[in-house]
């Protein structure tokens, strides 16, 4: 009888937190990190890109 009294209120709980709003990213915030990623690949790019290769730019 605990069984399912306690599956029922952990299926509760789940389906509360995945129908929970999404956290909104601010714009400048997001900005800067595809910045940082974008500067991060391009560090990739040119460190494995073979001498007299351009990196596509």
Known sequence: MIIPVVAVLAAA??????????????DPASLAEHRRFMAAMERTTADTAAPGEHSGR
């Open 13 to 26: 709980l789940w389906a509360g937190w995945a129908q929970r709003a999404p956290r909104a990213t601010g």
